[in-house]
Structures are given as structure tokens and as C-alpha cells.
């Protein structure tokens, strides 16, 4: 049986290409003939470097170029077309990028689902916004609403917020999958992760992007006292947010409190985390948010906004509503951090284990394809 994985930016190296990855290598494991199809030619070094293991050795990558930036407006019909053009060399086609069902597609993942209530209305004329973008996502919407029939397909949905989400706009039913984290985020002895001693060191993961809240960390860190410490890492997708939250830093006089650490390797990130005590997570509404269980998995304290997918597994202790409650938790979680809850964190965020999704993937898949 050959399936195919669609999935265009896995050089970005987010949570979504993880996915991607993880779906793509579990299958090939399982030894099913795989394609994968990509925008770019894949640099296998930065695939392990990025996101922790490469992409198996039986894989075919068909790599297409693309000059239509992602999450263009236009690069929604051009991913239509891709799908449907390369869904005819495969048996089953699993869609892990469009966060869209499309007819032709077998098994779909939803990271979240644009056309929801949030941009439009679920009846005709389902416009709420004049943004550019909802407006020429219009036609899909007649075409999804109207045309497309979810009966006989696979949806996947990364928590159940997601799974919501999906069920209120477009009346389909999703199992939930929460997302992998790498093995290597996990140590064989976790009492290994809380012998040393941690730093007051506060660590936030994210791509350095207009909509992950980045901007709020500098003025979270002047809140707390000089003797905690603040590292941003990241993938810099957008420069001028990076170089803003430097300036804003600099203003603050937060220049040896807050450091940058961007672009650096997944090893790079776990021996910093288990040097650090707290994980701040500053994404408001964050549909699953993998960083955040990749840090409980070594041992820091998770500090995430009260809403969005985390609020399914970050214990309510952990959450914040705003910056002077953001600060006020991580004092906290500094001063009180100890090798018990650090275990207790470690406990939770083993459910995530990318064995187990691994696991749940490929029952669910084998299940379907029989029922097919």
C-alpha cells in the first residue's frame, strides 16, 4: 500500500513538522511504502539537528518548489491543488499541513481549524472580517460548508479545543491525538533530571513570530527580582519581531537578565532546560503547545496563560491570566521549586511520549484502512 504524507513547510521545523515527521517515520517503521511531499529539498542534518530524528531511510521526499510564501493567502489554492494533483500516486492520503478537510483527502490532522467561528459566521454569508485573508478563504468555505462530506474519513485533532472547534463549524467528529515529543526529551532515569542544581533561570521556547505573544517576556521579567534570569529560544521566522523584543529589552535595562538564543539545536535546548526551574509559555489561546510538555519532560515548572489547549494537561496552579499574575507565579515557582514537583511535571508530560502517539497513530490508521 503506498501512502502519502502531505506536508509542504517541513523546514520549518515547528510542532506541525514534528507531526508531520512522526506520522511520516511510524508508517515507513511499519513498512508501508511512503511518500513524502515537500516544498524544499530536505537537509536531513537539520531535519535531526531541528526536530530530534531524520526522516526514515524507505521514504520517497518529492519535493516541489514553491514561491508562494506559507499561510499566503494564495497559498491556500495553491495548496489545494498540490493535494488533489499528488493524491492520485497514493492508496491513502494523509494531509498533516492544510488544516482543511478536502474531498479527495483520506486522513487529515488538524493543528486548529482556520475557518472557524472565530473568522466566520457558520451560515451563509459567513464573512465576519474584511481581513484580506478571510475574504479570499471565502470560496473554500462555500466549498467546505457545502460540498464536502466528512463520512468515510479519518479526522485528527490535536486536543480537544481543536476537536471543538471542528465539530462547531463544520459539524465533523475528530479523534484527538495529542501531539509527539521526541524520545530524547525523556531520560531513562528521570531522577537523573533533578540530582543537580537548577539555575533561577526562566526559559521560553517559540518561533519568534508577530503571534506568539514574545513581546510580553520583557516586561514579565521587570516585574520579577535581579536574581531570575530569562532565556528566549527559538526559530526566527520574522526578524523584526526578534530585533523588537531586543529594543524593548534594551529600554528596560533587562540586557543581563534576558537573553537570546535563536536557531539553536533541539540537544542545545534540553541541556538548557534541565539547567532551568520554570518554562514560560506566553501564546494566548495556544492550541496544544509541544515546547510546553518538552520542557515539563525536563523537570521545569510550566507557566502557560490560562486558556487554549494547554489548560487540558498544565495543572490550574500554573496558569496566569496576566503579566503581574505571569510574574508573581514564577517568583513563586523559583523560590519553590523542588526535585518532588519537578517529578510530579516529569509525571504528566510522559503521556506524551512520541512512542505513545506513535502507537495510537498507526491502531488508528490500520483500523481505518480495514474499515475502508
Known sequence: MRVGVFHPTLNMYGGAEL?????????????????????????????????????????????????????????????????????????????????????????????????????????????????????SGIPYVLFGKNIVNSDG???????????????????????????????????????????GQRKNLVVTVSRFGPDKGLEKVPYIASLTDDKINFALIGLVSDKNVLLSIQEDVKKLRLTGRVKFLPNISKRDIKLILKNAKIYLHTMVGEHFGISIVEAMAMGCIPIVHDSGGAREFVPRNFRYKNIYDAAEKIRKGIYEWSPSKAMEIVKIAERFREKNFSNRFIKLFENYVAAK
Not at 506520522?23 to 539537528?49: P, S
Not at 520517497?60 to 491556500?76: G, T, V
Request: glycine fraction near 2%; aromatic fraction near 16%.
Open 19 to 135: 507531526v508531520a515527521l512522526v506520522v511520516t517515520n511510524t508508517l515507513a517503521k511499519n513498512g508501508y511504502e511512503v511518500e513524502l511531499f515537500v516544498n524544499k529539498r530536505v537537509n536531513q542534518k537539520e531535519i535531526k539537528k531541528k526536530l530530534g530524528e531524520e526522516i526514515h531511510s524507505t521514504v520517497k521526499i518529492i519535493a516541489k518548489p514553491s514561491f508562494i510564501q506559507p499561510r499566503d493567502s494564495l497559498d491556500l489554492y495553491q495548496t489545494i491543488f498540490r493535494s488533489f494533483t499528488f493524491k492520485s500516486k497514493c492508496d491513502v492520503w494523509i494531509d498533516t499541513y492544510s488544516n482543511c478537510i478536502f474531498p479527495w483527502t483520506n486522513i487529515c490532522y488538524i493543528h486548529f481549524p482556520f475557518f472557524n467561528h472565530t473568522f466566520f459566521n457558520p451560515r451563509f454569508p459567513y464573512l465576519k472580517s474584511r481581513h484580506l485573508y478571510h475574504v
Open 153 to 195: 474519513k479519518l479526522i485528527l485533532a490535536n486536543s480537544n479545543l481543536t476537536a471543538h472547534e471542528i465539530r462547531k463549524f463544520s459539524r465533523t467528529n475528530a479523534e484527538v491525538l495529542y501531539p509527539p515529543v521526541p524520545s530524547t526529551f525523556f531520560d531513562n532515569n528521570p531522577k537523573n533530571l533533578v540530582k
